[in-house]
């Protein structure tokens, strides 16, 4: 199930959560009050103002009030941690019993908790997995233990195997969707509360939020032949973190790249990035145009939001990203919001997930924002050896066949220069873009 899908199970139909205060417990008289008070949170923000383009469907949520999501759930027994991982049973049925009320007896809390138990759903031929981490490759492990030959006698294991034998060259595995991405989990599972420093979210009150960012692409005339939407990374953030943090861990080729001809001296390359020299960007998040308006940077919205006014559609709102937390925005999931920067290096993003920290979850805030699924790249090499990864760009060069070039160190000196002086005339760009690559290429 992809992280779009677990959002809309969490939330997907516009529903008030009426949160009920019953069976609270009198300190002072040891005795159970019943208090008739039912608080009405609403979740959902009315759909007005003026839009760009509005998109519906039901993949498309209702504009969501993330900050109530605490206030919403605060009557549920998922709030708090127990002290070890090894009280987590026992501090989670503490939470239930309190929950449920009515003064019980142990066995008939063992009862209750026996007769709602999610073993009646269990048929007994289920695979018990060694792990909850997502796993590399595209087969089981080879392991010589019983899950593992479990997991071989599976039907689409046996189908993937005889696919895989075949393809002789390699087509197959090409075309899968997710061949590329590398899921990073959030948490491992060999974590322990007393050896790791950070502050830890509260379960119950902080929320998580998971964007997940795709490849730019160009608009107008000049459009790249890409059919849809190709997925690039997916960052995993807590609402009380900036806008502008979130924005610090996209990671685009643009942002590495400085075009700058080096040609006539190549040794001395900028010692600067694109990032550094433009650092100015923009979020365009439900119809709301969030500028970074830190120090050094210009403000890209005026002249778009000066053209809406023209054309009356409509005044749109401008926020300063950094004066901002996650748990302040207004969002819908499965919506495409727009990131801009570089001047027109455009991004799609959307919102696929936003839920509370769980119990059994032990996430710092120090560790976040933090990638949890990248893409793998493809390494452009050489094309004069088509061995190395390429370091330049050459354009207008009547010695190549390709407009643009990419070369390799040695092929780009040995094959465009005599003494350290280039041969015609053409530019060269310094070439980055292999450097965002940190997993090695698919074979």
Not at 42 to 47: G, Q, S, T, V
Not at 69 to 84: K, M, N, Q, T
Not at 260 to 286: H, R, Y
């Amino acid at each position: 199930m992809d992280s779009e899908d677990k959002a809309f199970t969490i939330l997907k139909c516009p529903i008030t959560v009426p949160i009920s205060l019953e069976g609270t417990q009198d300190s002072n008289h040891n005795k159970m009050t019943t208090e008739d008070e039912v608080k009405e949170v609403n979740m959902y923000a009315p759909d007005i103002g003026p839009k760009f383009y509005p998109v519906k469907g039901n993949v498309v949520t209702a504009p969501i009030i993330t900050k109530n999501l605490p206030e919403a759930f605060s009557s549920l027994p998922i709030c708090g941690r127990p002290e070890s991982k090894d009280r987590l049973e026992q501090y989670q049925d503490q939470k239930i019993r309190d929950y449920v009320g009515g003064g019980l007896s142990e066995e008939e809390f063992g009862k209750l908790a026996k007769y709602c138990s999610p073993n009646h759903l269990r048929t007994g031929k289920e695979l018990i997995m060694d792990t909850n981490l997502p796993a590399f490759g595209f087969l089981p492990p080879k392991k010589d233990d019983k899950v593992c030959e479990e997991g071989n006698q599976l039907n689409i294991v046996k189908k993937f195997k005889l696919r895989v034998e075949k393809d002789k060259t390699n087509l197959y595995v090409k075309k899968l969707k997710y061949r590329g991405m590398r899921l990073l989990p959030l948490t491992t599972e060999d974590e322990d509360n007393d050896e790791i420093n950070g502050t830890p979210l509260e379960p119950g009150k902080d929320i998580l939020y998971r964007v997940r960012f795709y490849r730019p692409f160009m608009c107008g005339k000049e459009r790249n032949n890409s059919r849809h939407s190709v997925f690039t990374c997916d960052v995993v953030v807590s609402g009380q973190s900036r806008l502008s943090a979130l924005r610090e861990r996209i990671v685009c080729a643009n942002d590495v790249d400085v075009r700058v001809d080096v040609s006539a001296n190549p040794t001395e390359l900028p010692q600067t990035t694109a990032k550094e020299l433009f650092p100015s960007g923009f979020m365009f998040i439900n119809n709301v145009f969030y500028v970074d308006e830190r120090e050094g940077r210009v403000d890209y919205t005026e002249p778009i939001r000066l053209w809406a006014q023209r054309r009356a559609m409509g005044d749109f709102p401008k926020v300063d990203m950094h004066q901002v937390r996650l748990q302040d925005l207004v969002i819908r999931l499965g919506h495409p919001e727009v990131y801009i920067h570089q001047g027109n290096c455009e991004h799609l993003f959307t919102f696929s997930e936003v839920r509370l920290v769980g119990p059994a979850e032990l996430v710092m805030a120090e560790q976040l924002p933090r990638h949890t699924a990248v893409l793998q790249h493809q390494t452009v090499y050489c094309t004069t050896c088509a061995e190395f990864g390429a370091k330049w760009v050459v354009v207008g060069c009547p010695r190549v066949p390709f407009d643009p070039a990419f070369f390799c160190d040695t092929c780009f000196m040995l094959y465009l220069y005599i003494d350290g002086k280039k041969i015609g005339d053409f530019k060269a760009y310094s070439y980055r873009g292999n450097e965002i690559n940190t997993l090695k290429p698919l074979g």
